[in-house]
């Protein structure tokens, strides 16, 4: 059994910071993700400082991992309606600020759907959001999420992000968040050449920039654009491809994260799964 894998799933934030570090603990995992308040939208509750501060503690005492918290999936940066652009250039500037309480973790976002202004209006909107939105001081990392290129997603393609990072006037403190379905849904065959994508991703971004992986498999065949989850193993991608992801020299390092369809013993049986996996035990 591998036990370093920083390894975890979405915990809820309604018991606060230190519910979620003792779930995280019941269920072997060493990291998780939590949406920065309403998955769906909406302000955020105020934070404890003592809460934050006892989950760090807790982050400390057992070998915690970065963890992965997520914006909300409402939030659009390159959206065609001026007042959803502010909300979420807003939304983001706060997170990050709150984010401070837990200093030195990670921040994912989806890019946004540049609802038919085209893939350079899109990525020259989220630019001018992450130009306005990123502070110099800030402590956490913020991750572009890789997608599957669902409608008008943009980010589905290693150059898109590439774009984005290299269009950034500080990039200092961005990253990618690589989720395994996104990228089989969008056309990359982690399945029968990992290394081959990984390698191409070196190539465009750079693997320095991957900072955590979310691990999905998909009800969907590679390139098919549509970004359903599934439960490791029990779709397209099979268990043979996680055991190659979470073994990966290039890749084990990293914070993962599953999003699968599961409630928390689920997640619990896959975490000691991928553990096995990691640990080269089929």
């Known amino acids: 059994m591998c036990a370093d894998l920083a390894i975890g799933c979405h915990l809820s934030t309604s018991g606060g910071f230190i519910a979620m570090g003792e779930t995280a603990l019941s269920i072997g995992a060493t990291t998780f993700a939590f949406f920065t308040r309403n998955p769906r939208g909406g302000n955020a509750k105020p934070i404890d400082p003592a809460d934050a501060a006892g989950l760090r503690e807790i982050m400390a005492s057992n070998g915690f991992g970065k963890l992965v918290a997520h914006a909300p999936y409402t939030l659009n940066l390159c959206s065609a309606k001026p007042d959803v652009v502010e909300f979420a250039r807003r939304s983001m500037k706060d997170d990050l600020a709150r984010m401070e309480f837990l200093p030195g973790n990670?921040?994912?976002?989806?890019?946004?759907?540049?609802?038919?202004?085209?893939?350079?209006e899109g990525i020259r909107l989220i630019v001018e959001g992450l130009d306005e939105i990123l502070d110099p001081s800030q402590s956490t990392t913020v991750l572009l999420e890789t997608m599957s290129g669902k409608g008008s997603e943009v980010g589905s393609t290693f150059e898109e992000l590439s774009r984005i990072l290299e269009g950034v006037h500080d990039d200092s403190h961005l990253g990618v968040c690589l989720d395994t379905c996104h990228v089989w849904d969008g056309g990359y065959d982690i399945r029968a050449d990992l290394d081959g994508v990984l390698d191409e991703f070196d190539r465009i971004i750079g693997l320095e920039r991957l900072c955590a992986l979310h691990l999905n498999d998909s009800k969907n065949v590679c390139g098919s654009h549509k970004d359903r989850h599934e439960k490791i193993g029990a779709g397209e991608l099979g268990t043979d491809a996680f055991a190659a992801v979470v073994s990966n020299p290039r890749l084990r390092h990293l914070p993962m994260i599953l999003e699968t369809p599961n409630e928390l013993a689920g997640y619990a049986a896959e975490i000691s799964l991928l553990r096995r996996y990691a640990g080269g035990v089929m």
Do not use: E, I, R
């Open 106 to 120: 990670l921040y994912n976002f989806h890019p946004g759907s540049h609802v038919g202004q085209g893939v350079d």
